[in-house]
């Protein structure tokens, strides 16, 4: 064949391909059904195993699995919502919990709910020792009264209702899926009876739910078919996908568009308590910040609305002590650090350093957090303005704790660390980052005061409300006067959406997870 | 063809000199790749003379003006904390040439001479070398870097390290090939038949004649590696905040772009320009010196 | 000629141990506890060491190793640490888009270098010749990341007619899945008869796959420039003009003939080097192939993915340059007999 033949035909046939595709219009014509919503989403999943879960997937997973009880959101009448339990009740000493449980419920595979799958739920997260089971620790014995009634025996008395709801570790498996191994689950099945299935799963890029036909709650009123959710990390695509109407739903936009976003006819944005807070962590092991003059400097320099205003777009409250806005525990009458240099730099005369100190301090924060990353500049020149000269060391999560780990005498003198309960209790946050520890892991102050320890111990184990409460806010207060840690500012999770998505509830005690079951298109 | 090698009298090489500027004289590419090497030089000596908001470019915050589009209070607008782009782009300017020179210098010093005892030793030694050079360009650069950063801990100082231990190979290679071809000559026999060591005849026959082709690289290579930090940057992984470095500036304006387009797009213009002049630069040099030579595909 | 290839793959198998021990010690010298990564972010310290036992992380250096090399030639990668799903499943989820890009964009350089080489050699020091060096020379000093952003907010937030990024549509891919056949997306939508995934994953494709194949666009165009000048000189192209073929004839077809063989040598390099090239480019458009998936591993230290992909690219390269050299030698008598 002649070359030049063949060169001409490639031209050709190239040109026309060329004309063809480009005579394609783009594929965003369509509008997205109304019983299908589309979920831009940053959270992956990390491990589909009920048992295990105890990360960024736990967005989904109360919408697979159901507990024994759920936490209400913050404002409610009443704590506590009835699950798979009915009723429940505590005998007096808050060691003996007995659920009564609702009948007719089915797991997604047929099976039914009965006491022993309840029993063999929690004992195989127990026995797995995995993700969230330790707070399943005060856990003695489970007892199966009958086919409908659980009980409970603790070895210490501990607020049990608030772990049954917790959004991790407490999911109810089915009794076919108690005993498969963890492989099983990651293969991307799971084995829950809440309203929707897992249909299929491409990792780090969507999963798709379905409804659950037999769901307890039955589906009477407007709900989804179909929840298609794209992993979508970038907040300009998230903004964007919401925008043009491919998506309904986002968990992230651009800090700067986020403040106007609900001006635009498409699309609002709600704003709620997270229950998850920074904080910057002194190193009270080394100096300066073994000196408790120079780290209320520090609290009294923190530029707080600054750093909410660039690092979260002004969605957050600056912290009133350790519990965030809205969990129980959290106390408003306690002493807050508002922003004031003048006071900050009397401390540091008093401590002895009226012209400053000498020694760079090393600040370090994860990479991986936009958040931390904003502010730090902010906290660098604040600190400066006190005489304190510090350097920025970003570094990866895990480089970051494990030199806190280390050697406290060598470690960081200042870490950010960013926090959420495991569930809706404040001992948890209390205890893993206050308590005194022989090696150091959460506590990234190395705080040790005996008696900050006993007292939250005791607000742990009282069943009174009232008592836990008062004996709460008296350990904050230990805290905020010995100002181990800065506690900059509880997160407000903003969701952004397009106006005609309704139901959607923010309830905190499920961190930024949304409930496709209440939600609809109108 | 080579050039003709046995009669090094000053004379010829004054000469050799004097044809090779008359070249770059007349090309007026590379006249404009030196202009902007020049101003980039001249901005980044003199940073806090040449920023209109010399403390901004270093780091100060300024809140009451976050991301404001380029006007004429700020040329190219400002960032999420207030800080003069233009003024910034500058000092990246001077963390940007310091690594590069700091760079070549490494990359050279390791790769010229191992490049230089492969050719002349031939043998078990060149294999060696070569082997072991051969398998870290094998290696994706990238992901060695971003190893050697990740285990050493994010800094500038890590990155550079990074950066050259990838890329000393492409020297050693380049070095060996034009020793192999030069050590076969005439002079180089005569200085061994007068008795001069091996060290001797390496450093004072063959190395200076065989270093035209590494001084292009080397200026081609500095584009890279401002291109190579910046990369590093936009993954996180050189400088730290709130240090000027191009590459971080665009990664940070990621997350505006498509509003408040400004931060990335000088930025990483920034790194366009000084890329592209050195490569002007380079392909100039290269004519100058060798115009006969055919451009061989050397590397990527 | 034999014995030269076979002298080849015992230096490849050399390379790729080597390689081997560089990803392990790599992985075993970046910090954070691998043990603490897999087992989540608030594991208690007893968990963390129930894990450690459990993986082997316990065990002397070189016993890992031995276990390393070991599932390697089981073709078992390890497992994500972050996942738990297996290094391998993961690679071949995410090749397919990777090398869709790659193959689109090395097409695209050959289709726009090539020519533009050779009208330029044709008109060497006219204005144009000058105006094809420095689009060259621009080509090549582009930051990849940058050209995606610019062209992002020319064509999608500016012009509005393409999209941001990813391979498909959401409403698309809904609506008018693409079923799974080679895993490329144009193929499988033609193969199935889905003409309105096809245009969309086209339209998708374009920009990414053209800021990818700037660099080698530049690259091709002056490989094809000074190789075309080479030949022009020759003297059977003087021959030829002084018979009287018209002067396009020689040009695209006897000299193009000749000034092939380097060009394309440049280009298989270039492929080569593209995938590493596709990493900051399907960071920005938000392609899911290897370079999203290795950037999430990266961030989280997530080693088994990282040394499995670093594997990957490696023997990639490795085995590219291979097949260019034997295509060199089989083409060059002078290197098939004579030494190396």
Redesign the interface.
């Known amino acids: 064949m002649n070359v030049q033949h063949f060169i001409k035909t490639a031209v050709v046939c190239l040109a026309v391909g060329t004309m063809v595709t480009l005579t394609a219009t783009p594929g965003a014509a369509a509008k997205l059904p109304r019983d299908i919503l589309v979920f831009a989403s940053t959270d992956s999943v990390t491990t589909w195993d009920p048992s295990a879960s105890y990360s960024t997937e736990s967005v989904y997973m109360p919408n697979i699995y159901e507990p024994l009880i759920w936490v209400s959101p913050p404002g409610s009448e009443t704590s506590f919502e009835p699950g798979l339990a009915e009723r429940w009740k505590a005998s007096n000493d808050g060691r003996m919990w007995t659920f009564y449980l609702r009948r007719g419920v089915t797991f997604h595979d047929g099976s039914r709910l009965t006491a022993q799958v309840v029993k063999d739920s929690f004992e195989r997260t127990m026995r797995m020792g995995k993700g969230a089971a330790f707070i399943l620790d005060p856990i003695d014995v489970i007892k199966v009264l009958d086919d409908f009634t659980v009980q409970f025996i603790l070895k210490e008395p501990a607020p049990f209702d608030r772990i049954a709801a917790s959004a991790n570790g407490a999911w109810i498996i089915s009794s076919r899926g108690v005993v498969k191994d963890r492989d099983w689950f990651e293969q991307g099945r799971e084995a829950g009876c809440g309203p929707y299935v897992l249909e299929s799963y491409k990792p780090d890029e969507e999963i798709i739910f379905a409804r659950f036909e037999d769901y307890w709650r039955g589906w009477e009123g407007p709900h989804f078919s179909k929840i298609v959710v794209k992993i979508v990390k970038e907040a300009p695509v998230q903004e964007q996908m919401i925008e043009s109407g491919v998506a309904d739903l986002g968990n992230r936009i651009p800090v700067e568009s986020s403040k106007t976003f609900d001006r635009k006819p498409c699309c609002d944005r709600l704003v709620g308590p997270s229950f998850m807070n920074y904080a910057v962590h002194l190193n009270t092991q080394r100096f300066p910040f073994d000196n408790v003059k120079i780290r209320k400097a520090v609290s009294y320099a923190m530029p707080y609305h600054d750093m909410i205003d660039v690092a979260l777009g002004g969605l957050g409250r600056q912290a009133i002590g350790p519990v965030p806005f809205g969990q129980f525990g959290h106390d408003e009458s306690l002493f807050q650090y508002a922003h004031d240099m003048q006071k900050a730099k009397a401390l540091m005369a008093e401590a002895g350093y009226p012209d400053g100190i000498e020694e760079t301090v090393v600040y370090t924060y994860a990479t991986e957090n936009a958040v931390e990353k904003s502010f730090a500049p902010l906290l660098k020149e604040a600190l400066a303005e006190i005489g304190i000269p510090v350097e920025i060391r970003p570094m990866n999560w895990t480089a970051q704790w494990d030199w806190v780990k280390g050697d406290p005498e060598k470690a960081q003198h200042m870490a950010a660390l960013l926090w959420w309960p495991s569930f809706s209790d404040p001992y948890e946050t209390l205890y893993s980052l206050w308590h005194a520890e022989e090696k150091p892991y959460w506590n990234f102050s190395y705080y040790r005061n005996p008696a900050f320890d006993k007292t939250i111990l005791a607000a742990y184990a009282t069943p009174a409300e009232d008592e836990a409460r008062a004996l709460y806010s008296r350990a904050q207060k230990m805290l905020i006067d010995a100002a181990p840690s800065v506690f900059l500012f509880d997160v407000e999770r903003p969701v952004f959406k397009r106006r005609e998505l309704k139901g959607y509830v923010i309830n905190p005690n499920y961190p930024r997870v949304p409930f496709w079951y209440y939600m609809y298109k109108e | 063809m080579k050039k003709d090698a046995p009669h090094h009298r000053p004379h010829g090489r004054a000469r050799e000199l004097q044809r090779s500027l008359d070249l770059i004289r007349r090309n007026p590419l590379t006249l404009f790749g030196l202009f902007i090497l020049l101003m980039l030089t001249l901005t980044a000596l003199l940073a806090p003379l040449a920023a209109p908001y010399p403390q901004q470019g270093k780091g100060l915050s300024n809140l009451d003006e976050r991301l404001e589009p380029p006007s004429f209070k700020h040329l190219m607008g400002t960032d999420d904390l207030g800080r003069d782009i233009f003024s910034r782009v500058i000092f990246g300017a001077r963390i940007s040439l310091k690594a590069a020179v700091a760079v070549v210098l490494i990359v050279v010093g390791i790769g010229v001479p191992l490049g230089l005892i492969a050719g002349y030793a031939g043998g078990k030694t060149d294999d060696l070398i070569m082997r072991f050079a051969d398998m870290i360009l094998a290696f994706p650069s990238l992901l060695l870097a971003v190893a050697i950063v990740a285990s050493l801990g994010p800094s500038l100082f890590n990155a550079l390290i990074a950066v050259s231990l990838p890329w000393w190979p492409w020297y050693t290679r380049l070095m060996r090939s034009q020793v192999i071809s030069i050590k076969e000559m005439p002079f180089v026999e005569s200085a061994a038949a007068v008795g001069a060591s091996h060290w001797r005849i390496m450093f004072r026959h063959i190395l200076p004649n065989c270093l035209s082709p590494i001084i292009v690289q080397a200026t081609v290579d500095m584009g890279y590696i401002i291109l190579a930090i910046a990369g590093l940057g936009f993954l996180g992984l050189g400088t730290q905040p709130p240090t000027a470095d191009w590459g971080v500036m665009v990664s940070d304006g990621r997350e505006f772009f498509l509003n408040q387009w400004w931060i990335s797009t000088f930025s990483g213009g920034a790194i366009f320009i000084t890329v592209l002049a050195f490569n002007l630069v380079g392909d100039g040099i290269r004519e100058a010196l060798d115009p006969k030579i055919r451009w061989r595909f050397q590397k990527t | 000629m034999l014995r030269f290839v076979i002298r080849r793959f015992i ?1 490849l198998g ?2 790729l141990l ?2 081997c021990v ?1 990803t392990f010690v ?2 075993r ?5 691998p043990a ?2 897999y ?9 963390v060491e ?1 894990v450690r036992a459990e993986l082997g992380f316990d065990k002397p250096l070189y016993i890992q190793f031995a276990y390393y090399l070991r599932d390697i030639t089981r073709g078992d990668l390890g497992e994500s640490l ?4 297996p290094v391998v499943t ?1 690679i071949l ?1 995410h090749l397919p888009a990777s090398l869709e890009l790659m193959i689109s964009a090395i097409l695209i350089a050959l ?1 726009a270098g090539v020519p533009i080489g050779v009208i330029s050699a044709k008109n060497e020091n006219t204005a144009l010749d ?1 105006f094809s ?2 689009f060259a ?2 080509s ?4 990849s ?2 050209l995606a ?2 062209f ?2 020319i064509f ?2 500016l012009l509005g ?6 391979r ?5 891919a ?3 899945p693409i079923e799974k056949i080679t895993g490329f997306y144009l193929i499988d939508a033609l193969l199935t008869g889905n003409w ?2 096809f ?2 994953a ?2 998708h494709l374009i920009l990414p796959s053209i800021t990818l194949a700037a ?2 666009t530049g ?1 091709i165009v ?2 094809t420039r ?1 190789t075309m000048l ?1 030949v022009l000189r020759e003297d059977y192209i003087t021959t030829a003009r002084s018979v009287g073929i018209s002067e396009n ?1 020689i040009v ?2 006897q000299a193009l ?1 000749n000034a092939l063989a ?1 060009t394309l ?2 280009a298989g ?2 492929f080569a ?1 593209m ?2 090239g596709t ?2 480019i399907e960071i ?1 458009f ?1 392609w ?1 192939g290897i370079g ?3 950037t ?1 591993a ?4 997530d080693y088994p993915i ?1 040394m499995g ?2 594997l990957l ?2 023997v990639f ?2 085995l590219v ?1 291979l097949i260019v050299d034997v295509l060199i030698a089989v083409v060059d008598p002078r290197i098939r007999l004579g030494k190396e």
């Open positions: 230096w050399f390379v080597g390689l560089i790599l992985s010298v970046v910090p954070g506890d603490a990564l087992v989540g972010p608030r594991a208690r310290p007893e968990q129930k972050r996942t738990h799903r993961g989820d289709a000058h060096r420095f020379v621009a090549t000093s582009l930051p990341f940058w952003m610019i992002q907010i999608f937030r007619i393409l999209p941001i990024g990813g498909l549509d959401t409403v698309v809904l609506m008018h309105t995934a245009k969309d086209a339209w660099y080698s690259l002056r490989m000074s080479e004839e695209f077809v003939r380097p040598t440049t390099l270039c080097y995938l590493i990493f900051y920005i938000f899911p999203k998936y290795i999430n990266i961030l989280q230290n990282i992909v670093a690219m490696a390269y490795v340059n």
